[in-house]
């Protein structure tokens, strides 16, 4: 598959055609506020439809709830081992690296601007963290799980945005393209999946072929949960790389949305970490990730860690050989990992379950398998453009 200026352009056009219109008849019938409180009681797979919840939305959640038809559910499985064997890592991959480089992409960090107040980023970190937890568990499209609930929410939470934006001519579509397009769609797939990739190699993480392909391929079910074009998604790493460096190249550059969110990003880790002795480390592990380029337009300060964090490679690789010889430690490890997700989920979430509402209004100042052998071990596909 290749990736062109044009192809590109044209998925800025398009949305999701399904979610798009279901929010505009719920929007139409003024039927959002029954939707929402109706469907804070939907949270697992299979539980009856409450009484009482408007057709139309009815009728996208029977049509939304089953997973898609090609799905390879031995990949899935390896993608929930590589998971459970790589979860710390994940979500620091997932925290100082792919939500800065959502920012590093101005429009982007308008929408999200738009839609969680600069304030409270712990909620923005908090329904990532939520949602990846959800996909990864051993029953995730089964009866009883929380993941297709939580996709089928946030498939219509981007479809309210794209209408509230086009109703209230809040987004210069000429010159933007349809606000959450196909484009930023696959764009945000590719930093959850291959960008955390990237992260977990310049982190010094031992990661099979096996291992990455089925992680990224999980990633590529979850866009076909959340409406993305499947004709358009790339469909190997290779062309993964190709579609995130046109994407970046095309968009990223400097804002003030985007280094407000950073900042906040920022504070709310430094308040995660005990004392005040180790919170520059949030900011150094930050630009050791996205690079000094991306870090100085999200205005990301310069400290004294910035050479120390270079070290955590080193360390990491002390870890994984202890997990690689002795059982015991492996074990000790995958729980310590364990933990700590979970702690950092239930610090964001302050033990709440986030159930991504559509929202009926926008922010009124918007502007705009255990242990792996240390064998066929992946390296990221090489950049596609000259730096």
Known sequence: MTFTEASMDALREAGDELADATVATLFARGEVGTFNSLMRYVSTAGAPLPNGLPDVAREYLLATSVPPAWVDWGEMEKARLFFIDNNVHISTALSFASMPACYVVPHVAKLLSATHSLKYPSKRMAETGQFTVYLMQPDAFEAGSRFVPAAQKVRLLHASIRHHLAREERWDTAALGTPICQEDMIGGQMCFSLLVLDSLHRLGIHMTTEGAEAYYYA??????????????????????????????????????????????????????????????????????????????WLRVPRT???????????LLGVLETIEDRSPLGAWALDRLGHLTTIFELSSLTRGRVMHYAIPEHLKKDYGVTGSVPRTNRWTPPVATVSP
């Open 219 to 296: 990633w590529r079910v979850v866009g076909a949960m959340l409406g993305v074009d499947q004709e358009a998604v790339p469909k190997t790493l290779e062309e993964a790389r190709s579609f995130l460096d046109l994407y970046m190249l095309r968009h990223m550059g400097p804002s003030e949305e985007g280094a407000e969110l950073t900042r906040q990003l920022i504070d709310l880790y430094e308040e995660v970490v005990p004392g005040t002795l180790f919170d520059p480390i949030v900011s150094a592990l930050v630009r050791h990730l996205i690079g000094d380029t991306c870090a100085d």
């Open 304 to 314: 004294r860690w910035d050479t120390l964090v270079k070290a955590v490679p080193h």
